[in-house]
């Protein structure tokens, strides 16, 4: 009597919750779910740098090559690349602006790009052409700022990472708080303009893309899908603007991996923070992330910025050697990892190829396994888990954690 009594209470909460929730069910049931883990390191501002950067860069995709998933791949780094830094002794004497080209002027970490993609360590995708916003450059340069004063010091400078926070938009202007997003006009302009020189150096368009900052609008989402764009790489947010006080706007507030905008372009995600510079995160963070990802058959995305790698030599030679623990605790511990670039596994969402293909060396690999009914149950009650507080919570008061943590436990 008592189980048929629980049985009836459960069957009854579930049909109330199923009233109260049901839009938020169906849309989560709707998500992507993977069998094979889809494992990504996506690292922004590759780009112009000292000579050193190539140097750092080779040890870094070295260490990578260590690490093969299931299909005997090496882990891949999709570097999202900033093209071209102000080149500022001729904006100061034409008063126009000038630029110096990653392929053209920074010879030594193009060539080590090139080894990456051709040893299948490394994708490059677009970042922007440049870390900041040019023609406001341009004009502060002109007016001697003297927030342009360490650029303006070096004749070779391009180290754009020193400069004040809101000048690194590349697709606001930040001069002045609030920040102002740049036209549509020029946004169409810049994007193209920089799609061509992508394309120029690496051989293939970027299909995606991330922001500087992580600050953009529909306005440079629909100037990205003029340029077929089909991913976007995101922080689980957009950010359209900062405020007076330099705090970001975010709108939407919220973004869940395969979402998609009114362009028909889906959202990345990234959900495992790598930054150890930043004093955040250890390798032992990173992976309880990974951890809860692959318990709700999510992509793990790691966050790994290039500043991690090109401060000091003990910096550098730390955050190599805690991802490398990470991804070897990834890879013992997580059954069936694939590793992946972004705009692959953009591909695999919208099904636009049969296998993995690496269009910038062409290698391909056997396409990702979606969850079958049951480990893709027990991830969707994962997924509510996690994300939904009240409804955990009812699940405690009510005994539905009980059979919920069963299918879950046997599902994974």
Known sequence: MAILFFLGFWLACLAGLWL??????????????????????????????????????????????QHKDSENRSAILTADMVLAV??????EATGEYHRRMLDKDFPAIFQALQQGIQQDTLVPQLHGMEHLNGKAFAELCQQRDPRLAIARASKNWWDWEKLDSPLQGHYVD??????????????????????????????????????????????????WQQQNIIAIQTAGYRCTRRDETGHYFQDPPLIRVGNTNRFAQLYLVRNVMYEPVDGKNTPASAFA???????????????????????????????IAGLDQLLRQIREKLPNIRFLASPELGECLQNKTD????????????????????????????RLYYRHRKLALIGYCTGLIIPAWLICKTSV
């Open 86 to 91: 102000p080149d500022v002794a001729k904006i």
């Open 174 to 223: 930040g001069r002045n708080l609030p920040t102002q997003a740049i036209s549509a006009a020029d946004a169409r302009s810049l994007v193209a303009d920089a799609m061509h020189y992508f394309t120029n150096m690496f051989g293939y368009p970027s299909l995606s893309t991330v922001a500087p900052c992580y600050l953009w609008n529909d306005e440079i989402e629909q100037s």
């Open 289 to 319: 992330e990974a951890e809860i990802a692959y318990r709700q058959a999510l992509p793990v995305s790691i966050s790994t910025h290039r500043y991690n790698y090109t401060r000091s030599q003990e910096e550098c030679q730390q955050a």
């Open 355 to 382: 296998n993995i293909v690496n269009r910038f060396n062409q290698r391909q690999w056997p396409k990702i396994k979606l969850a079958a009914t049951y480990r893709k149950t027990g991830a969707f009650l994962y």
């Open 20 to 65: 109260w929730k049901k839009s938020l069910f169906i849309a989560t049931w709707r998500e992507p779910y993977f069998a094979d883990t889809p494992v990504l390191i996506e690292s922004d501002d590759w780009g112009p740098g000292g000579d050193f950067h190539a140097e750092r860069l080779t040890q870094l995709l070295s260490m990578l090559a």
